[in-house]
């Protein structure tokens, strides 16, 4: 019984490992085998309050949360298209405002530097399939979270025509409310993964 477990759990680790956080090969997939990804990296559906509105002709994604350590916690949002439920596009989202209300919302300087890591191993990870992005943005500059301006890089890579997967993040522990405009710590990493159907 003891080995029967063990197999199982071992089975279930070689599962999680192999597979990369960010899921590009969306186009032959349907939503079925992202619920059972999910279920075996044991997620959670993500309830929102959120009314979702597009001018594509999409459902409102089906939402995943996947616990982390030194982050937010990952949601992952599955968008279909209505006629077919091929995947539209999927989102991954860490995002501190997910998980903690307010505006003044202030973070470490080990956690922006933990953001920071998982955004070039996420970009990383996509380079290795797709080659290099063209990016724009500079995250060397830690000085830089304090100020208005903070710290930010955009990468792209555009596979094909109607395949991408292009991502950003934004980090700023700047905080000014001068009556009329308000800039609030920013604290997110955005990966989008977007299969364009003819129209």
């Known amino acids: 019984m003891k080995r029967l477990l063990f197999g199982s759990i071992l089975l279930i680790s070689q599962f999680i490992f192999s597979q ?4 590009t090969d969306i186009k032959e997939k349907k939503i079925d085998y992202y619920f059972e990804l999910e279920e075996k990296l044991g997620s959670k559906i993500y309830k929102t309050d959120e009314q979702y509105i597009s001018v594509k002709p999409v459902t409102a994604p089906f939402i995943f949360e996947r616990k982390e350590e030194e982050i937010p916690n990952l949601l992952v949002f599955y968008t279909l ?10 989102l991954y989202e860490w995002d501190v405002r997910n998980f903690e209300k307010g505006d003044n919302i202030k973070k470490s300087l ?4 933990a953001m ?3 955004y070039y191993e996420l970009v990383g990870e996509i380079s290795k399939k797709y080659g290099d992005s063209k990016y724009e943005g500079n995250l060397e500059k830690l000085e830089l979270l304090n100020s208005e ?5 955009r990468d792209n890579w ?5 395949f991408k997967v292009f991502s950003y993040i934004n980090l700023s522990e700047y905080y000014e409310n001068n009556g009329l405009d308000i800039t609030i710590p920013t604290h997110k990493i955005r990966f989008y993964v977007i299969n364009e159907k003819e129209k």
Not at 149 to 153: F, Q
């Open 20 to 23: 990369n956080i960010i899921q």
């Open 81 to 90: 298209y209505k006629k077919d439920s091929a995947i539209a596009e999927i």
């Open 110 to 113: 080990s956690f922006n530097k």
């Open 116 to 118: 920071i890591k998982k």
């Open 149 to 153: 301006e903070g710290l930010s890089r």
């Open 158 to 162: 555009q596979i094909s025509d109607k």
